[in-house]
């Protein structure tokens, strides 16, 4: 009922404005502006109690991302076919379906990106909520009885003296043109930054390193391909499957689960793993893929240094030989990435012993970034390794309801005053940073404080 009335008002509006009725996608647009505001209309008070949150760009948003619908829907559609049809690997046509869902994902992320693009609309209730639809019921029954007088083109519009300037093949060449470039625009890498990426894989851990000269690096890899495949896919496109190293903190499962997923399916240089050694299914996973494809493996030991270019720079600070399956936490490796004044130290699951043995090492572990030992469990992040790192950003990879009840109050409580981010409450978590600031983007924003209405 009322996208037939705003479609009209808009077709109203636009036959005042012969350029703009002419154009060939005009009507289309009207109907996609028309059905998004009406949607947004009948669903505010749903979003506003459930999510707290109305987007304001919404609306804009759809008007380019709307038509690449059905597109993406027919590519997908194509590329699904062909690879049950094709024999062997039919990764390729995966490029039938790639610009259409890449050009859609981009103009989601720019309009989410503008900065009043969604406004906070708390203490929305029920009762607002019937009010609300009682209002708009009869505003709609209002409207029903006066019929919306159509405004009649003048007739210059109707037999423009003016030709069109380009017929609708070239105007649909010049709209991809310009898709193609708002995403080769996003998705552009950021010169001179180092980027750290903290993957939402559950409860588990995954971190991807891109340096400011294009190295990537991967630490950890989830607790199993099914978390790790999405989550790398989130943020490398899928026609560069390359990873210059993998690095394994500890061999447990919630770490090393999806590595052997990685090593199938991208391309790895070589592997920096502890020293430590298990004896279970998932460690022996990682072996046979690592004899396999027979990427070159190297042991991390105290005082490995790595350049990554533009002063980026990975240090190894504590790996400890165990097969002893109850101490593989201590066995952690422990890396320390920098870049100017601003620092990452990625901890794995050292417990607090391990802490103090760093500590009393007399080495630099003042941090900008802490990546928190063992998802926010009681036994690590000791309020001495927590003074000695002093860190101003805090980051727990952590699953969400998870049964170890990570991370704890204990540990919370330890971190007060920084900037805590968890991936079960923002998803996935990228800090870049060019040596002197920080950059924070995160795939689920979390207001700071919660109302308690």
């Not at 995966?94 to 890449?102: E, I």
């Not at 100017?340 to 699951?349: A, I, M, Q």
Request: proline share 7%; glycine share 8%; aromatic share 6%.
């Amino acid at each position: 009922m009322l996208t037939p009335r705003l479609t009209g008002v808009f077709q109203n509006l636009a036959s005042c404005a012969p350029t703009i009725a002419e154009f060939p996608f005009t009507k289309m647009l009207l109907e996609v502006a028309a059905m998004t505001l009406a949607a947004t209309a009948f669903t505010v008070p749903i979003i506003a109690i459930n999510f707290h949150r109305v987007s304001l760009a919404a609306p804009f948003a759809n008007l380019f991302a709307v038509p690449a619908f059905v597109v993406v829907a027919i590519t997908s559609g194509l590329a699904a076919v062909a690879a049950l049809v094709l024999p062997g690997d039919a990764a390729f046509v995966g490029w039938l379906a790639w610009p259409p869902a890449a050009y859609l994902i981009t103009v989601i992320r720019l309009f989410a990106g503008l900065p009043v693009a969604s406004v906070d609309l708390r203490g929305i209730h029920l009762e607002h909520a019937v009010a609300y639809y009682a209002a708009l019921a009869a505003a709609l029954v209002w409207l029903n009885r006066r019929p919306l007088q159509h405004v009649e083109r003048p007739a210059a519009a109707r037999h423009p003296r003016i030709p069109r300037l380009l017929p609708t093949g070239g105007l649909a060449v010049l709209l991809a043109l310009a898709c193609g470039l708002l995403w080769l625009a996003a998705s552009a890498p950021n010169h001179g930054r180092l980027t750290v990426t903290f993957l939402d894989v559950g409860q588990g851990e995954a971190i991807l390193i891109e340096s400011p000269e294009g190295h990537r690096i991967l630490l950890d890899g989830g607790p199993s391909g099914e978390a790790i495949t999405p989550a790398l896919g989130r943020h490398l496109p899928f026609y560069d499957r390359r990873l210059d190293l993998v690095m394994l903190t500890h061999p447990q499962l919630d770490h090393i689960g999806g590595l052997p997923t990685v090593i199938d399916q991208y391309a790895v240089g070589r592997v920096l793993s502890s020293p430590a050694q298990v004896d279970s299914a998932a460690y022996r996973a990682w072996s046979d893929a690592l004899r396999a494809t027979n990427v070159p493996v190297v042991p991390a030991e105290r005082g490995q240094a790595i350049d990554l270019g533009n002063g980026a720079r990975l240090t190894v600070l504590s790996p400890r030989q165990t097969s002893d399956p109850t101490s593989l936490n201590d066995a952690s490796l422990v890396a320390r990435l920098s870049i100017g004044g601003v620092s990452f130290l990625f901890t794995g699951d050292i417990t607090a012993g391990g802490e103090s043995a760093l500590v009393r090492s007399g080495m630099d572990l003042s941090t900008t970034v802490l990546k928190v030992a063992h998802h926010g469990s009681s036994t690590s992040t000791s309020p001495a390794f927590v003074a000695r790192a002093s860190p101003l950003v805090d980051v727990i990879s952590v699953g969400a309801d998870n049964a170890y009840g990570h991370p704890t109050d204990e540990v919370l409580a330890r971190l007060a005053g920084d900037l805590v981010l968890r991936t079960d409450q923002h998803g996935d978590i990228t800090i870049s940073t060019d040596g002197q600031r920080l950059w924070l983007e995160t795939q689920r924003d979390i207001p700071s404080t919660v109302a308690t209405d």
